[in-house]
């Protein structure tokens, strides 16, 4: 592993991080637009390199060193020093308790942070299609499409998984994979003290809301993963932060930076799309008020830089899928049979509304006692029977999924936030009950609103909703830490703080997908061994089955897959058996993707990977014909005849 290389954009970061701050002398806000002009540089990096198919080391060391040394200058001729930053992180005056809040904090980072870097990606969309994407994007030097099984990875939004590349490629491994979504999780937290400043906190105001937001169960669990969903919410976070500064001041650079936010949050997620529409709508409205010709000028800024950002991604899509959106449902291929999950509602009703809104509330009440989490299960049946749907009306349902309220959970992908809701309902009580609203309160507080029903009304309900509510719950936390710090009688919002990061620490020590604490956590497992924590049944089948290849001298792997299949640990585990230059291609695709084959060499391999229970009978490759070689519970190995 060279980590000597990966520091490399780190540097480029911490160099323009301290050229922001020369210029605006705050190091919070200097830390964002630090951030979102490194996320250009990235993409742009990406994009440039990918049509010559120079993704690979020397191409991607050689252009980050040119930004470092490009950086390097301009803060030189700058008079920059580190010393000025430093001396701004000084807070005089802050009282004990807000001091036992950063350091709650602090100690959280720190113990995800060591999470992240100890274990290995794991979760399961990361093993179907975050953490694979990858290898074949820096097998192929490009991240243009290619032949798949599982569609996912070609059309889901790629901004995180871009960032992934550029590491892994520097480092030779994923050991910097789950930092993403860490440095977006501590990014989050400065983020939300700066919108909380703009709703008019204080530094108490302010610290509160970063205990809120780095307390979210959701957050915790996904801070140390190869999820997407805290890469989203710190770029969301990002654009409104930069709302506001436009709206107070329609500067070029802050219309820059907007853009910027914008286009990086919707490169990361598609989720991004419903969340920012309420906040553009606010910036819109703003922005008009100083008159149409400057106001559209600024808003094509902010435009055309989201759409740059994206265009690649958009013309991948149309040139494949004839959408540059790419599909609008999840396909997944089994053994030649196609199935399609829609991920919008069939119906776009006020009870479909009422139906989901009230689903993805409950999914987020779960507590550890069963009756309690049955007594609300009947008051959403109660509700769907006065709208005249049913809790798992398949029209506005995830396929093959029932509602349910799912105890109190360490996973992250079903994780509930139950004292963030009470807390969320609280400061929606107290902003639109006073008698004269704060204005800038009241109508954050309803864009966030606004965002959560547009969530509502346009996605079927999936129990793993609450992982894709994150950016809500984060963009609450400012507001949160607004009213808190409001109380009159200071005992009670201590005392609630206090709560809120006692309750958290569970999250912290008992990730079930990367535990600290108990039987196999992560200091008394193997790394290989915990690529398969969700799924520990593979554990076995992978590496013996790659295992069977071992001194076979196979340079070439093929791939017959169904659209579920986990497929990053056999890029691992064949890699480290037969070493890293072998080619390994997916065969006899039977999807869309399979047109990319015309842009490839033939590929024909000396043993194929096949996921169990898929048909092996008569298996050919370019009229080969293959017989099993090694089977094992979920993989079976083919070699020519």
Request: hydrophobic share 50%; aromatic share 14%.
């Amino acid at each position: 592993m060279n980590i000597l290389s990966a520091i490399v954009p780190l540097l480029v970061y911490l160099l323009l991080w301290m050229i922001f701050y020369k210029k605006q002398s705050d190091w919070r806000a200097s830390f964002l637009f630090a951030a979102t002009t490194w996320g250009v540089l990235l993409t742009a990096i990406t994009e440039t390199l990918s049509p010559f198919k120079a993704i690979s080391f020397w191409p991607v060391l050689g252009t980050w060193s040119l930004c470092l040394a490009a950086a390097a200058i301009y803060w030189i001729r700058a008079a920059g020093s580190p010393k000025n930053l430093l001396a701004n992180f000084q807070f005089p005056g802050i009282s004990r308790f807000e001091l036992f809040l950063l350091g709650g904090i602090v100690f959280i980072a720190g113990i995800v942070g060591l999470i992240a870097w100890i274990a290995p990606p794991n979760t399961w969309d990361s093993m179907t299609y975050h953490m694979a994407r990858v290898m074949h994007w820096i097998q192929d030097g490009s991240v243009a499409d290619y032949p798949t099984h599982i569609v996912r990875q070609l059309f889901m939004n790629p901004g995180s998984e871009f960032i992934i590349l550029h590491f892994q490629i520097l480092s030779g491994g994923d050991r910097f994979a789950n930092f993403v979504q860490w440095f977006s999780m501590v990014g989050s937290a400065i983020g939300v003290t700066l919108i909380a400043r703009e709703l008019g906190a204080d530094r108490r105001g302010q610290v509160f809301s970063a205990a809120v937001s780095m307390t979210i169960p959701m957050g915790i669990l996904q801070g140390s993963s190869t999820q997407n969903d805290y890469v989203a919410a710190f770029w969301l976070v990002c654009l409104v932060y930069f709302t506001f500064k436009l709206r107070a001041n329609q500067t070029p650079w802050n219309a820059l930076a907007a853009g910027a936010g914008l286009g990086l949050a919707i490169l990361a997620k598609a989720t991004a799309y419903i969340f920012a529409v309420p906040f553009l709508i606010w910036l819109g409205l703003g922005l008009f008020k100083s008159g149409w010709g400057k106001a559209l000028q600024t808003i094509g800024i902010v435009a055309i830089i989201s759409l740059a950002l994206n265009f690649g991604h958009y013309l991948r899509n149309y040139d494949l899928f004839g959408n540059p959106l790419g599909l609008t449902a999840d396909v997944f291929s089994t053994g030649g049979q196609i199935q399609t999950f829609k991920y919008s509602n069939d119906i776009f009703t006020f009870s479909s509304l009422v139906s989901n809104s009230v689903r993805n509330i409950a999914s987020n009440l779960g507590t550890p006692f069963d009756s309690a989490n049955h007594v609300l299960e009947q008051v959403v049946d109660r509700i769907h029977t006065l709208i005249g749907l049913s809790p798992n009306d398949p029209r506005t349902t995830w396929p093959q999924m029932d509602f349910a309220v799912m105890p109190t959970s360490f996973s992250e992908d079903s994780a509930g936030n139950l004292l963030q809701v009470i807390l969320i309902v609280i400061a929606i009580v107290l902003v639109t009950t006073q008698s004269k609203p704060h204005k800038d309160r009241f109508i954050y507080c309803l864009s966030l609103i606004l965002a959560f029903l547009l969530f509502s009304f346009y996605l079927r309900w999936q129990p793993w909703d609450n992982r894709l509510e994150l950016p809500l719950f984060l963009l609450w936390s400012a507001l949160i830490g607004v009213i808190m710090a409001g109380f009159q009688r200071i005992w009670i919002a201590n005392t609630t703080m206090t709560i809120v990061l006692l309750v958290a620490l569970p999250s912290v020590f008992l990730n079930q997908s990367r535990p600290i604490l108990g039987a196999q956590n992560i200091f008394d497992t193997s790394r290989a061994e915990q690529y398969f924590r969700n799924d520990h049944s593979l554990w076995f089948s992978y590496p013996r089955a790659i295992q069977s290849l071992s001194g076979s001298q196979c340079g070439q792997i093929g791939l017959y897959l169904d659209g579920g299949s986990w497929e990053y640990p056999l890029w691992t585990f064949l890699q480290q058996e037969l070493g890293k230059g072998i080619r390994i291609e997916s065969v006899n695709v039977e999807n869309v993707s399979a047109k990319e084959y015309s842009r490839f060499p033939e590929f024909t391999p000396c043993a194929v990977i096949v996921a169990n229970p898929l048909p092996v009978d008569n298996f050919q490759v370019n009229g080969i014909s293959y017989s099993v070689y090694q089977t094992t519970k979920f993989i079976t190995v083919l070699t020519p005849k």
